[in-house]
């Protein structure tokens, strides 16, 4: 690269002296000197281009308009010209470069080397490429976690917002699961690695990113088919500009009409165009990527900004797949002795429910109590407490040992209770929605989106309840995995739909609805390969206020792009207007030209800032996976 | 087959899209795409001279852009 930082301001500064001095011949050659000086590279890049067959080329172009501004004796402006459009490439290469690295910089999260550790104990830093799973590896306090691994050894916190945006750290003890990317905070961490470096959690996050602006927004096809037709239509414009008036007009002059048309020519690049809309997408993408939401095309963020319908599955994205008790039914008891006996009888299962009937009975509860624990998964649980033979469980668990269950007027989740073989009662639960569920669904609702459905395989009560309680404006309970496809089928093809269809699930088992949406977003995807593989957009926290801020990035980046698409193309218009008419000037021309596309640049950038925006929703993940793997 | 390649000294993104409509157009290229913003050219192909198609990849970059260059991965 030349130096333009110099060649630039000696070309004005020979311009500025030119125009001093009034002799003509000693002008012309001091301007001709400034002009070669400011472009001479871009005559070279010219000729090159026209040796090898390309005539629209910008280089090209640019020399075509300011050779002519000297044979028709416009000296000065040719100088002007050339300066001016150099400094505008010297600020989008600027610009652009800086981007890149921004967006690097976001994405520094790959690891220079990895501390593997030895069999004498020691260890020794490699490469992250050469380690191989099984190896143990160790990671010292501050430092990144290069491979995804478990904890052999320490205990520590992890500083998750390189990959979730979150902001509180995450403990982490023996046994459990450290992601790359992760920065470990406060102890000596050792790792058994589980996965090879091209397969990490962070090497996939790297790649999807930068894969994603592969992914054509319709308006960069938009923009790139304009651009293709657009240089060559304003340079035979041009050229009918020169040629035509003079030959049909009587008085008009020739060289009047020329002058007009190189205006036309330095109109006639479209960079500013093709580069500030998916300068935009990327920059979106990349601050989306800094809060924790992987957006996995700039098609995909197209799409989510248009959306007027979320569909959202229940549990784990709505709700935390957590139950809390909420009415007693016995019969033939207490309240205090139902749920006594139901809390003895469940203490030792791990399924939410039972952790539900436990949380809810709050005292110390004497295991000597109970004896011949029998627990039937996805039914309930029988055991003798106090000598008496108790059932908790499903409907279907009671009649299988011959226990007929009334018919409970109120659904919901509900679990039935017998003891000695009479029917004794029953116990309520309901799912507690997340604690920023109803914030995020309310600003999804300020940001324009006119329908909210859950869709939820639990039974009608359940669901309704929830949706009561968010201000969701339809449910469709009882689902199973494929009704789900079906439902969103329906809701695609809801004559006067508006807009785009979100769904948001969380990515395990509702992968084809993920797919048959116009866009899918997964929750909670943080170290799930299924989900992050299913899904548009991958929300990596299970925060759901995430969702507003995906689709408020998504939103911003998509108004970004247009008013760069309309603004850009609006002064090119009126340039060429205007110098058709002979009311513009090379000088303004060359204005317009630069200054659009730095402008563009510049507001391009402003998406590569955009946040999610979560303030006023602290979201505290409590891991609800977790609780379930426990 | 999918493969990615740097390309360097890529200067203008006009040139990009055209540059990647060319490689597209190319006899055994199934898909292509040239990013601007992250230098890359992405090849995706069923030929078994993918060296010689990359060749090709090459020329054209080097004819719309005459100071880019084609990165070929090293082996």
Redesign the interface.
């Known amino acids: 690269m030349s130096k333009r930082s110099i060649r630039l301001p000696l070309a004005l500064a020979l311009l500025l002296i030119g125009l001093l001095i009034p002799g003509t011949a000693v002008r012309a050659a001091l301007l001709l000197a400034a002009y070669l000086i400011a472009g001479y590279d871009v005559l070279w890049g010219a000729v090159r281009g026209v040796l090898r067959g390309q005539v629209f080329g910008e280089s090209f172009l640019m020399s075509l308009a300011t050779v002519g501004a000297i044979i028709i004796g416009e000296y000065a402006e040719a100088v002007a010209v050339m300066a001016f459009y150099q400094t505008g490439e010297m600020f989008q290469d600027y610009a652009v470069d800086k981007s890149r690295r921004a967006i690097a910089q976001v994405m520094n999260l790959r690891p220079d080397s990895v501390n593997l550790l030895t069999e004498d104990g020691s260890s020794k830093a490699v490469d992250p490429a050469g380690v191989g799973v099984g190896a143990l590896i160790l990671v010292r306090p501050g430092e990144k976690i290069p491979l995804d691994g478990i904890i052999v050894e320490g205990e520590s916190q992890l500083d998750t917002a390189a990959l979730t945006g979150e902001a509180l750290p995450r403990a982490a003890a023996p046994g459990e699961e450290a992601l790359s990317g992760c920065i470990n905070l406060t102890g000596t961490l050792t790792l058994r690695v589980t996965r090879p470096y091209d397969q990490s959690t962070v090497s996939k996050i790297l790649e999807m990113v930068e894969n994603a602006s592969d992914k054509k927004s319709r308006r960069e096809t938009f923009i790139t088919r304009f651009s293709a037709v657009y240089t060559p239509v304003v340079v035979i414009l041009a050229l009918l500009v020169a040629f035509l008036p003079p030959l049909l007009l009587p008085g008009a002059a020739l060289q009047d009409w020329v002058y007009r048309a190189l205006n036309f020519l330095v109109v006639s690049c479209p960079c500013a165009l093709v580069i500030s809309i998916p300068l935009s997408f990327f920059g979106g993408i990349g601050g989306a990527s800094r809060a924790g939401i992987l957006m996995k095309g700039s098609n995909h963020l197209e799409t989510l900004a248009r959306a007027q319908t979320f569909v959202f599955d229940k549990t784990g994205t709505l709700t935390q797949g957590r139950f809390t008790l909420c009415s007693i039914h016995p019969q033939g008891l207490s309240d205090k002795e139902l749920l006594e006996a139901a809390a003895l009888t469940e203490q030792h299962s791990l399924h939410p429910i039972a952790r539900a009937i436990v949380d809810a009975y709050q005292r110390a509860i004497d295991p000597e109590r109970v004896k011949s624990v029998n627990e039937t998964a996805g039914g309930g649980v029988s055991a003798a407490v106090d000598g008496r033979q108790v059932l908790v469980g499903s409907a279907a668990l009671l009649k299988s040992h011959g226990i007929q269950t009334p018919h409970t007027a109120e659904e919901g989740t509900v679990s039935h209770v017998s003891i000695d073989g009479r029917y004794a009662g029953h116990l309520r639960f309901r799912d507690l929605t997340k604690p920023c569920a109803a914030t995020a669904l309310e600003r999804l609702r300020s940001q324009g989106v006119s329908r909210l459905v859950m869709l939820t395989g639990d039974s009608q009560q359940a669901g309704q309840e929830v949706a009561d309680e968010l201000g969701i404006d339809a449910v469709h309970a009882g689902l199973l995995p494929q009704d789900k496809v079906t439902r969103v089928e329906e809701l695609l093809a809801l004559p006067g739909r508006k807009g785009s269809l979100a769904f948001v699930g969380d990515g395990v088992n509702d992968a084809p609805v993920l797919a048959r949406a116009d866009v899918g977003i997964a929750m909670g995807a943080l170290g799930s390969d299924t989900a992050i593989e299913a899904a548009d957009i991958v929300i990596m926290n299970d925060d759901p206020c995430q969702m507003a801020g995906a689709l408020r990035i998504a939103r911003r980046t998509v108004r970004i792009a247009t008013q760069n698409a309309v603004f850009a193309i609006a002064v090119k218009a009126l340039v060429l207007g205007l110098s058709a008419l002979g009311l513009s000037s090379l000088w303004m021309a060359v204005f317009a030209d630069v200054g659009v596309a730095v402008l563009a640049i510049l507001n391009a950038m402003r998406a590569l800032r955009l946040t999610a925006d979560n303030k006023g929703c602290v979201y505290i993940n409590n891991m609800p996976k977790k609780a379930k793997a426990a | 087959m999918t493969q990615t390649y740097k390309i360097r000294n890529l200067?203008?993104?006009?040139?990009?899209?055209?540059m990647e409509?060319k490689i597209k157009a190319l006899p055994g290229v199934l898909d292509a795409?040239v990013?601007?913003?992250?230098?890359?050219l992405?090849l995706r192909t069923d030929s078994t001279q993918v060296d010689d198609l990359v060749r090709q990849a090459g020329d054209i970059i080097?004819?719309?852009e005459?100071?880019a260059l084609l990165v070929l991965p090293a082996r």
């Open positions: 200067g203008c993104a006009a040139c990009a899209a055209k409509r795409r990013n601007f913003i992250t230098q890359k992405t080097k004819s719309l005459p100071n």
